[in-house]
Structures are given as structure tokens and as C-alpha cells.
């Protein structure tokens, strides 16, 4: 089963703009994972934010986190057309390695 | 540094037949999961090795196994294919060692998937 659900399902965005999917999940976590798919390909980690931090920052990256709302969301800046991909959230259950993933938002960057 | 090596890369099996499929992980990785991914159920957990050990394993059926060798490559068999277990396989590997579930030793590092279709 998912964890949670990461919305919206589909972003579409020109060059240039910046874009923000969001994930919510269920239970308590220690930390959350957002991870990029390109197309039928594996996923690519991207960063990972700890339960007791608000913010992280990876270059063009931006993730939150609110655990009072057990939700988190992603930010890319300055999107490029290389950013076209599917982006997962997924928390730990159990053990460290055995993630729940989200279902996932298809994000296209139009030239 | 290779990365997480998985073969074959697709494959078409037909129904009642069984598939066995390969994953080499990164040098010095001891942890190896194994997720599926269909558009239907999204990404899901199948299960984990450890030092050749099954650690964890996600509700999948029996017909679902897998085994690790004493160099970290591991292997997973479907039996008794199923139309619905067509879907992309996918390997991930971590270092495994980590003490804190934050740490960056449990990060999971992907290979390409095995995309398998039942007919």
C-alpha cells in the first residue's frame, strides 16, 4: 500500500519557471526521501529531510517538511527541460531501507 | 564507480512460466530491495537482503522469492506468472550499515529496472 499521496498528478511548465509538488503521508516518520524517475527508468535520489528539520536546500532544490501536517513538498527553481520527470516522496516503514513511495507527480518542462 | 547493474533489461514471459532476475549492486553495497512498479499499485515493496539474510519483506505472494549470494548479488523469481505481474522490477542498493535510520548509509541507490511482460 502508498503511503500517501503526491499532488498534483501532472505539472506542466514553461523553461525558466519554478515548480512545487507536495506529498502527504500517514504515519510518523523519521525522514522523507524525494526521488526523481525519468521515463521507465530507475529513480535517482534526490534528498532526504530528517523529521526534526522545516527546510533543506540542494541546489535548485528546496524541500519542507511539516510533520503537524504530515506533509512535505518539493520546489524546483529555474526548471530546465532535463527537470522532465516523475518525482516520488517516500518514507521509511519499518526499516531504514524499506520505503513506501507516493504515487508521484509527472512533471513536463516545455522548452 | 559502477552502479547497480540489472539484468536482463526486459523480457516477455508467458503466462504459468517463472523469470528469475539479476542484480548486481555497488561494490561495498550489502543491502539489496527489490520494488515493483505498475501503473495501477505505483511502486511497491517486495522485499530486502542483508548479508545474505531476507530482512524484510513486503505482501506479495509466495510466489514472490528471492535469495542473496556471499558477494551481495541478488537474484528474485517470480513463479507461476501472472498477467498482472507485468511491470518494471527495480533493484536498489545501500550500503546497509547505517545505525540511524537518517543516516546515509540506508539511502538506496536504483538501477535501470527489468521490465517484464506477461502474455
Known amino acids: 500500500s502508498q503511503q500517501g499521496e503526491e499532488d498534483p498528478q501532472a505539472l506542466s511548465i514553461q523553461e525558466g519557471e519554478n515548480a512545487t509538488m507536495n506529498c502527504s503521508y500517514k504515519?510518523?516518520?523519521?525522514?522523507l526521501q524525494w526521488y526523481r524517475q525519468n521515463s521507465g527508468r530507475g529513480l535517482v535520489h534526490l534528498i532526504l529531510i530528517r523529521s526534526n528539520e522545516r527546510e533543506k536546500h540542494s541546489g535548485r532544490l528546496r524541500v519542507t517538511l511539516d510533520t503537524s501536517k504530515k506533509s512535505s513538498s518539493l520546489l524546483i527553481t529555474a526548471s530546465r527541460a532535463a527537470d522532465t520527470a516523475s518525482y516520488f516522496c517516500a518514507t521509511p516503514q519499518g526499516s531504514a531501507r524499506q520505503l513506501t513511495f507516493g504515487s508521484g507527480t509527472q512533471l513536463t518542462v516545455l522548452p | 564507480k559502477a552502479g547497480v547493474t540489472q539484468t536482463p533489461r526486459y523480457l516477455i514471459k508467458t503466462r504459468g512460466q517463472q523469470v528469475t532476475l539479476s542484480c548486481s549492486p555497488i561494490?561495498?553495497?550489502?543491502?539489496v530491495s527489490w520494488y515493483q512498479q505498475t501503473p495501477g499499485q505505483g511502486l511497491q515493496f517486495l522485499f530486502e537482503?542483508?548479508?545474505?539474510?531476507?530482512?524484510n519483506k513486503g505482501n506479495f505472494p509466495g510466489r514472490f522469492s528471492g535469495r542473496q549470494f556471499s558477494n551481495s548479488r541478488s537474484e528474485m523469481n517470480v513463479s507461476t506468472l501472472e498477467l498482472g505481474d507485468s511491470a518494471l522490477y527495480l533493484c536498489?542498493?545501500?550500503?546497509?550499515?547505517?545505525?540511524?535510520?537518517?543516516?546515509?548509509?540506508?539511502?538506496?541507490?536504483f538501477g535501470a529496472g527489468s521490465r517484464l511482460t506477461v502474455l
Open positions: 536498489a542498493s545501500s550500503v546497509g550499515q547505517g545505525a540511524s535510520p537518517n543516516s546515509g548509509a540506508n539511502v538506496l541507490t
Open positions: 561494490s561495498g553495497h550489502r543491502s
Open positions: 504515519t510518523s516518520i523519521n525522514n
Open positions: 537482503y542483508f548479508s545474505e539474510t531476507q530482512r
